[in-house]
């Protein structure tokens, strides 16, 4: 009994129907390669099908928007010629296979998307979800993706001001890693990926390219390419950030010598993505010679050539008459380029191999011809059960037990386990140094200043996907306002489960929902995004993790922008905000202390948002101190203020409950002055000094002790203690 | 008794090594114009306390399993050294 | 008067040497390592960065540049020599320091504040600053873990110029942030005018940044480019 | 001719080792209690067309003098390989 050979399309996950529009668009079965390029192409990595419709639902229409979502990187105004793009990305399928790596070619891929743009790239943030740090195999993939990320970061000379981090089961066998970069740019550098010309040429630049890469992988194996290939196939991809580094300077100097008419990174699917993309766009076609192509190894097939995942590579549309100048440009900075191919009328990418034709397709269909889909969505059926496990929370708690436990869990305490290892001093601009509530930079040669916080709660979203989606985006604004830098505009990373399940389709939508509401509450366009689905193991979905980052902007930036460690004997503390409105669902006590994961959050209300982000922004400019309250309420906060500032405080008139509330859009303000100016609803709870957290009746906790605990959540749980492998690849 | 081995790890083939990549290009802008391939790999040693070479064998097999050797990226051979 | 500030493929922090020293009133030119000529400088500076990726040892494939003859020979003319970071690890490659690197203790990078002590303030780096001042500088490596084989010698001529110390200026293992031998942090030649420093001091040139005790050091530097060491 | 060589480079002894230190402790942490000692080397895999085998291996000596070893704080040894 032979078994019936399972169709090519079926294998590259490819439905019918969808093959059938491939056929339908040729007017022809397609070839092989052509078949690999739709697969990845059409892939939902690449052509966002389960979500594109309800991305629409994002608005950036707002003025100071250069560029919106669908290129790169999105870009907006900083005033007086000054440009920022940013984007965020996921590398979470990787880093489970080879952590260092998987988190390493993250960064790398990330950073490409912002100086496409025209962009130098000044910063890194990267929002991880991992296991619980107890499995010995969650601390080995979470030592090694923040080394990956320290090693290709540092290396290739981008500092990392930022990022979170949350420890939960459902991310042991499926953890995230997402990294946002911010570039900054004069206007006039501003390119985009759209070639025009006919007879221009594109160049490619930099790494050699290798068998590295994974989609399109079966057909290029099966009988028509060679056999065996697969085995040659390495399903981990090395970074190289020092080739990445030599690639930004070079396209850098391209773009202020206005070298280039247009220029796009090669990602998912290569070469075959890049020249479709970048003709596409323009409304142009392609012809492309594999044979100019620079190989890492010389056996390569035409398909293997067109689908490599090589990192470390760009593509350049060029004038015939600067391809002398661009070449000489990639020999100064020492990277590799070869011109494969000429920009024609179109539509066609045609693309040659040993003088026989490959592919030859609409460019543009590869991009805009992908089906999409609006997949059925239900109400999950946890969430009835979850709402009645209302968290239960005593009256007489005693706040110095309660903080012992919250400080040591590991995504509460110091963090700086993670940003140690990540430059983030360097350009110089680091005004707000990672370790508060929003990294502060300033831009030389101005008085403007960015700040951007990156923020998720995947707990509470599991429990309310609407509210917890818009909750972070306030979150985040109000973590960069404490800095002075009001909200301005947002990226998100939308990691989900499987977008087949109904339920987590509907989580999908009532997160996109919920984050859409809360961007137009503040009015900050949504400026780009990133959708990874399929986050799921053994039938087990990830919690919905959709991750934003708030850029906010200040022009003029605060002259003594407030920090943690400037409480002083004396000073008053201020709580400002609504009162607390008994919110612990998903609260750090309800899951910590009560093992719980229960009840619903509270909702919040767009107006009051908006007032108390703009109190925060206002009092940043005459404030020491400022500090958001979130994960683990007004205690955790207090404490950090004690345990950086290293000095203590005593606190009047607020009951245990309420020192563990997490009910968002409150803050701490410290002062010198026993009035402080804001409109906002704010009354004075004590008063710094001493050497505890004196709680009075609630309890006590000495700021040493806290220090210790806090300083060793992390640090301790990872020393020593990660021996399941040392082994270091090439970096720093 | 105690037992010495030499465990070498090389890269899987068909990876990208940089740091082979970048030498080999250091050796050719030396001179040494005839260099045809560079690439890099590591060696630990490593002593242990063992009833025989076969039980100490056994166990440095362990180690490369479990600490000393990615076996995504990497494979690894053992060698007893006098 | 210039200072030639030497870019390595690689090499990332020249910008910010380039700001500070601006900031400190001196003139300074970028010099790609191609280049084999440094006529007219007056002061040189190896800045940090990963040069050539940091690819076989920190270091060794840059001691190689075209510019390194140029650098070597006005280095031994005395003119004023510093590397910061990775720029220290190039002069020890290239045999204008002595001593080597290996990776911290505890196998992680460190970007962090550190404090060390001045010990010799006959180089061209500290002759600003008093002996047993301690300034808080960044530190921000993976390999800053200073290693000779000839310490002895090293510590008996006093090549030794900076070391890792605590807040109050003590020395002691705890306050040895990468495991360096003797907690050394920056060593300077025989004839002090060419020196090496582990932490950075252009990233402490501005209270914004949270310190300016780096000045201290760039300015002694720069005035040794002005008036020779006496 | 091509000829190819593996030049294995070893930390002088007495010199710190973190790498090594740190994976004695992590063998010992996952019980391989009997480990006494732990080192880690690298090795350079060149393969170079010359002459002759002698001519070869006295460019793979120039290498290592030159570029692959810091005599500071390393040694090294040269083996051909088939
Ligand atoms: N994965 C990470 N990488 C770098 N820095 C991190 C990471 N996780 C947390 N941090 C830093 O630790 C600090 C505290 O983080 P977090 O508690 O998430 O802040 P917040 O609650 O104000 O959003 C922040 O400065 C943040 O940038
Ligand atoms: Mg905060």
Redesign the interface.
């Known amino acids: 009994m032979t078994t019936p050979r399972v169709p090519d399309h079926i294998r590259l996950g490819m439905t019918d129907d969808e093959y059938q529009i491939i056929v339908e668009i040729l007017g022809r079965e397609p070839l092989d390669a052509e078949l690999a390029m739709y697969s990845v192409m059409w892939s939902e990595h690449c052509s966002y099908k389960s979500s594109r419709t309800h991305l629409a639902r994002f608005t950036s229409d707002q003025p100071w928007v250069v560029v919106g979502p669908g290129e790169n990187a999105g870009v907006v105004d900083l005033g007086d010629g000054w440009l920022a793009a940013l984007r965020i990305e996921s590398h979470n399928h990787p880093t489970y296979v080879e952590p260092y790596q998987g988190a390493a070619t993250g960064v790398g891929g990330i950073l490409r998307d912002i100086f496409t743009m025209g962009a130098r790239p000044v910063a890194l943030w990267d929002p991880l979800r991992f296991g619980p740090l107890d499995e010995p195999h969650n601390r080995y993939l979470f030592e090694g993706a923040v080394s990956g990320i320290a090693g290709y970061g540092n290396a290739v000379g981008v500092p990392t001001l930022g990022g979170e981090v949350e420890f939960a089961d459902r991310f042991s066998k499926n953890p995230l890693v997402n990294v946002m970069a911010l570039g900054i740019l004069k206007r006039e550098q501003l390119v985009l990926s759209a070639a025009s010309g006919e007879g221009n040429l594109a160049i490619l630049l930099g790494n050699a390219t290798g068998r590295d890469g994974i989609g399109g992988a079966s057909i290029l194996a099966s009988a028509s390419f060679e056999e065996g290939d697969e085995e040659k196939r390495p399903s981990v991809q090395v970074g190289d950030p020092f080739e990445e580094k030599k690639l930004i300077e070079a396209c850098l100097e391209l773009y202020d010598r206005g070298l280039v008419v247009a220029i796009q990174d090669l990602g998912a699917a290569g070469i075959s993505c890049a020249t479709s993309e970048i003709a596409g766009n323009g409304g142009m076609g392609m012809e492309v010679d594999l044979d100019k192509v620079h190989l890492r190894e010389g056996d390569m097939t035409p398909g293997e050539i067109l689908m490599s995942e090589s990192q470390e590579r760009m593509l350049a549309v060029v004038t015939p008459e600067n391809e002398a100048d661009v070449l000489a440009v990639a020999r100064k900075w020492e990277i590799d380029a070869s011109t494969i191919g000429v920009i024609t009328r179109g539509p066609d990418l045609v693309v040659y191999s040993k003088g026989e034709l490959v592919c030859e397709v609409p460019a543009a269909s590869l991009a805009d011809d992908a089906p999409r889909y609006d997949r059925p969505s239900q109400r999950p059926g946890y969430l009835d059960e979850a709402w009645a496990e209302e968290p239960q929370i005593p009256i007489g708690l005693d706040a110095g037990d309660v903080l012992r436990t919250l400080l040591d869990d590991p995504a509460i305490g110091d963090r700086s386990w993670i940003f140690r290892q990540y430059d983030h001093m360097l350009f110089l601009n680091t005004v707000i140094a990672p370790g508060h509530d929003g990294s502060l930079l300033r831009i030389k040669g101005t008085k403007k200043g960015v700040a951007v916080s990156t923020d998720g709660d995947s707990l509470r979203i599991y429990l309310d996907p609407r509210r917890g989606s818009a909750r972070i985006v306030f979150e985040s604004a109000l973590n960069v306002a404490v800095t002075g830098a009001a909200p301005y505009a947002l990226v998100d990373n939308l990691n989900f489960g499987n977008p087949e399940v109904p339920g987590v389709m509907w989580q999908f939508i009532e997160s996109v929902e919920g984050l859409a509401w809360a961007c137009e509450e503040l009015d900050v366009p949504v400026v780009g995004g990133n959708v990874s689905f399929y986050n799921q193991t053994d039938g087990v979905d990830i919690y919905p993790s959709p991750v934003v980052g708030m850029l906010g902007f200040c022009d003029p930036m605060p002259e003594h922008p407030p920090r943690l460690d400037r409480a002083r004997e004396d000073m008053t503390v201020w709580l400002v905000g609504e009162d607390a409105r008994h919110d612990f669902a998903a609260s750090a006590y309800d899951r910590i202390i009560n093992n719980n994961l229960g009840g619903r959050p509270v909702d919040v209300d767009g107006g009051e948002a908006r007032r108390v982000i703009a109190a925060a922004v206002m009092l940043a400019y005459e404030t020491p101190l400022l500090h958001d309250i979130s994960i683990g309420g007004l205690a955790v906060a207090l404490a950090e203020i004690s345990i950086i500032s290293g000095v203590g405080m005593t606190i009047e008139g607020v009951s245990g409950r309420e020192l563990f509330d997490e009910t968002p859009l409150r803050f701490i303000a410290v002062t010198h002055a026993d009035r402080l100016d804001t409109d906002e609803p704010h009354r004075r709870i004590g008063t710094i000094g001493g050497n505890t957290l004196d709680f009075g009746e609630a309890g006590v906790l000495s700021v040493a002790e806290a220090t210790d605990i806090w300083r060793n959540a992390l640090s301790g749980r990872m020393a020593g203690r990660s021996t399941e492998s040392t082994q270091r690849s090439p970096d720093a | 008794m ?1 037992y ?1 081995f030499v465990v ?2 090389a890269r ?9 990549t ?2 080999h290009k ?2 050719n ?2 001179g ?1 114009a ?17 009833v025989s070479l076969d039980a100490a064998r056994t ?1 440095v097999e ?2 490369c399993e ?5 076996p ?3 494979t690894y051979a053992i060698e007893a050294t006098p | 008067m210039t200072i030639a500030v030497i870019v390595y493929p690689g090499t990332n922090c020249e910008h910010d040497i380039v700001h500070a020293l601006d900031l400190a009133g001196a003139d300074s030119e970028l010099v790609w390592h191609r280049d084999t000529d440094l006529a007219g400088a007056d002061g040189i500076v190896l800045p940090g960065g990963f040069a050539h990726g940091d690819y076989l040892r920190t270091g060794a494939i840059a001691r190689f540049s075209p510019i390194m003859e140029a650098i070597a020979q006005l280095a031994h003319e005395g003119v004023p020599t510093i590397g910061v970071c990775n720029g220290f690890q190039i002069l020890c490659e290239a045999g204008l320091l002595p001593g080597a690197f290996v990776a911290n203790r505890g196998l992680k990078f460190i970007c962090a504040p550190t404090h060390v002590r001045v010990e010799s303030i006959d180089s061209v780096l500290t002759r600003g600053a008093y002996i047993g001042q301690v300034l808080r500088l960044p530190l921000n490596s993976y390999e800053g873990n200073y290693v000779a084989d000839d310490i002895n010698k090293i510590e008996s001529e006093g090549d030794v110029t900076l070391r890792y110390c605590n807040a109050g200026g003590s020395i002691d293992v705890s306050a040895n942030p990468n495991g360096s031998t003797n907690s050394i942090a920056a060593v300077a030649s025989t004839s002090r005018n060419v020196v090496g420093i582990m932490p950075h001091p252009e990233r402490a040139c501005e209270e914004i940044l949270g310190s300016s005790d780096g000045m201290v050091l760039l300015e002694g530097f720069i005035a040794s480019t002005e008036m020779p060491l006496s």
Do not use: C
């Not at chain 2, 899987?12 to 082979?20: A, F, H, R």
């Open positions: 105690t010495s070498s790890i899987k083939p068909g990876l990208s090594d940089p740091e082979g970048t030498t250091a050796l802008d030396l040494f005839g260099v045809t391939h560079v690439a890099f790999g590591r060696t630990i040693s490593v002593s242990l306390d063992a166990q362990a180690m479990k600490l000393l050797a990615n995504v990226m990497e």
